[in-house]
């Protein structure tokens, strides 16, 4: 079943990968409802032509209200802290597939990723989104369940302040992927059948490392940084003796990287959606408003 002159929830459109989303959503002619947390932020941000309702995932009444009326939804979850990533990302996004299906809606679109699997999920984050996408499955709402691998937009947030910071070692090849090219494909798998019942993964046009991929970045974006390469045994005892534990999450997400780098196969979804173009150089000048260089 297409979607074509359906009504889209959002849930997380305020976040960094959630509004590319809503927003091609609306450019490609869907009504779009956002479901938020901060309604006047909200609106600040992404002004006429949305449709708002507010509330929290962990709150049934809102969630019910919020998907009255739509044929699709796409949850792109991200919890603020360690403690919240099973009541967020798992029993949040198992609370809306479960109202999906009493709510008749057509179809869901899951944000997860690459590495989220039965033998990651000792790990808590990965636990999280293996059991979500579990609950999407046991719901019988067709599904499509993204599997990206690093986005481009990730690499801004390893800049502090002169220094660009690595952690571990940096020797797998990453397809780093734009959120401009994946929320196209969120948009056209509302409207593609053979999508439906799908785990598809995500990769972009290029294969680099992530120094490599933050040299680049560094160039074009941030040329004051300078890269900082720290293993994850000294981040782990930084994290211990200063940090108070705050850094487990992103330590052990690197450390899977690092050990697995990218699984999976986009063939699929090229075929299915259209293939990754943007490259990070593109990216950056995009990010930047320079123009490419010749």
Known sequence: MTLEKGKILVVGASGMLGEPVARKL??????VRLFVRDLAR?????????????????????????????????????????ALFDAVEHQGTARIAHLARELGVNRISYLSGALVSAQTALIPQQRAKYLA?????????????????????SLPLNIQGKRAVIMGKS????????????????????????????????????????????????????????????????????????????????????????????????TLTNQLLGASTTTLEQWCYQRTGLQVSA
């Open 26 to 31: 609306r450019e490609d002619g869907y009504e």
């Open 42 to 82: 909200a609106q600040q941000r992404f002004g006429a032509g949305f449709e708002y309702t507010l509330g929290e995932v962990s709150a049934e009444p809102t969630l019910q209200k919020a998907l009255q009326g739509c044929t699709g939804v796409h949850i792109s979850l991200q919890a603020d802290s360690a």
């Open 133 to 153: 996408e579990q609950a999407i499955e046991r719901s019988g709402v067709p599904y499509t369940i993204f599997k990206p691998t690093y986005f481009m937009e």
């Open 171 to 266: 020797e797998r090849p990453f397809r780093f992927v734009a959120a401009v090219d994946f929320a196209r494909m969120v948009s056209r798998v509302f409207r593609t059948p053979e999508a439906a019942n799908q785990r598809l993964f995500v990769y972009g046009p290029q294969a680099m490392t992530l120094r490599e991929a933050m040299q680049t970045y560094c160039r074009i974006a941030a040329p004051h940084a300078q890269i900082s390469v720290t293993p994850l045994s000294m981040m782990t005892l930084i994290d211990t003796l200063f940090m108070g534990g705050n850094l487990r999450p992103v330590i052990q997400l690197a450390r899977l990287n690092q050990d697995w780098g990218e699984i999976g196969d986009a």
